[in-house]
C-alpha cells in the first residue's frame, strides 16, 4: 500500500479546513471560479476566507509544528500542497451532504 506524499497530505488537510469553514455551496462556487480564472496564481478561495491561515491551519494538522516561512524547503512543499489542491477542485466530489449548511440551520 503506497502512502501518499508530504504534498499529498497537504493538500488533503488543506482542502478539509476549507471544507470545514465554508458551506458546499461556496466550494462549489471557488472550483468554478477558479476555471474561469487565466491567471494560474489566483485562487478564489480567498473571496471567501482567509486561505492563508486555512493553509497554516492544515500546515499545523499535518506536520505538528509551525511553517518556517524562511525555509526554501518549507515554501515549497506548501505551494505544492496549494497547487495538488487547486488542480484536484479541493477534492469536492468528497463534500459531505449531511452537514451542508448546517450552520444556516441553527443561526439562521
Excluded at 515554501?75 to 452537514?99: D, Q, R, T
Aim: aromatic share 12%; proline share 4%; glycine share 2%.
Amino acid at each position: 500500500m503506497k502512502h501518499p506524499s508530504n504534498k499529498q497530505r497537504l493538500a488533503t488537510a488543506f482542502a478539509d479546513v476549507l471544507k470545514e469553514w465554508l458551506t458546499n455551496d461556496q466550494m462549489k462556487a471557488i472550483v468554478e471560479l477558479n476555471k474561469a480564472e487565466t491567471d494560474p496564481l489566483i485562487c478564489h478561495s480567498h473571496d471567501f476566507c482567509d486561505a492563508n491561515q486555512a493553509m497554516i491551519d492544515a500546515w499545523e494538522k499535518v506536520f505538528k509544528r509551525e511553517i518556517d516561512f524562511q525555509s526554501d524547503g518549507d515554501m515549497a512543499l506548501l505551494n505544492a500542497g496549494w497547487i495538488i489542491a487547486k488542480e484536484n477542485n479541493f477534492y469536492i466530489n468528497n463534500l459531505h451532504p449531511v452537514f451542508e449548511n448546517i450552520f444556516n440551520t441553527f443561526f439562521p
